[in-house]
């Protein structure tokens, strides 16, 4: 069904990285691998160290958390799919899920306002859109996060 994350890895660091389209299972322990595929390929494209340690794991990890969650409800048997690409010498992160989606607005509110410390979501939003450049949520047949950060 899904291809070992050790073959995907292997074949996109002999690729040169670019771009990254894997599909994995709505199941936690896959997120590390594919945070690891990601950086690599951003250490390999010169990309600065704060963004190969910081940035781009922690926005695509909480994208990545996100998908399997709240979009796929932990849900094996669906999959969440990772798109990465360079455009204009900015690294494009898409996370797709097969949830019912979720309004942007709505789930985007500053998790240290004393009104919202009690919350337990939008922390990973929150997070996302300061470490990003850009962070934009559509739909195509499915849920779509795409994260982007330029290259400085």
Known sequence: MHESLDDLTAAYMADRGFPIDVRIPSDLRYIERVVEIVTRTCVALSFSARACN?????????????????????????AVRVRALIIERALVLEVVDEGIGFEFDSCLHDPTD???????????????????????????????????????
């Not at 910081?54 to 669906?78: C, F, H, M, R, W």
């Not at 979501?121 to 997070?127: A, E, H, M, T």
């Open 54 to 78: 910081l940035l781009v794991p922690v926005a695509l990890t909480e994208a990545l958390s996100n998908a399997i969650i709240y979009g796929n409800q932990e849900d094996v048997t669906k």
């Open 114 to 152: 004393p009104l919202h410390l009690d919350r337990e979501d939008g922390r990973g939003l929150f997070l996302m859109t300061r470490l990003m450049d850009r962070v934009e949520r559509f739909s195509d047949g499915g849920n779509v996060v795409r994260l982007t950060l330029r290259q400085s």
